[in-house]
């Protein structure tokens, strides 16, 4: 089993950029797919992106390639997600979460979960 904490969340202006972390304790981290995903109020969760276990290869949703970057150091047992150009779209509560059996996914089937931090850009 693997606990997820995310951190980095805040308001930021539209332009703006931030970076989320995501730590990990328990079970070995480089086990785990990570990926990210949001919440927006009122809108279901949607996948933003993922990380596989050593790192070499990433996936993104359209509506955030080019603008995010996920990172992982295994290591420190973290993942992040470097967003730039931040849009008031991109506001909503994200989570970081751990897959352990398989490849990359898109969809919810993800293990363990994170509590999520806010994230909110105001234009």
């Known amino acids: 089993q693997v606990q997820l904490v995310e951190s980095g969340g805040g308001l930021v202006q539209a332009g703006g950029s931030l970076r989320l972390s995501c730590a990990a304790s328990?079970?070995?981290?480089?086990?785990?797919?990570m990926g990210w995903f949001r919440q927006a109020p009122g809108k279901e969760r949607e996948f933003v992106g993922a990380i596989s276990r050593g790192g070499a290869s990433t996936y993104y949703a359209d509506s955030v390639k080019g603008r995010f970057t996920i990172s992982r150091d295994n290591a420190k047992n973290t993942v992040y997600l470097q967003m730039n150009n931040l849009k008031p779209e991109d506001t909503a509560v994200y989570y970081c979460?751990?897959?352990?059996?398989?490849?990359?996914?898109?969809?919810?089937?993800?293990?363990?979960w994170g509590q999520g931090t806010q994230v909110t850009v105001s234009s």
């Open positions: 979460a751990a897959r352990e059996l398989g490849v990359i996914t898109t969809t919810s089937k993800y293990d363990y």
């Open positions: 328990g079970r070995t981290f480089s086990i785990y797919i």
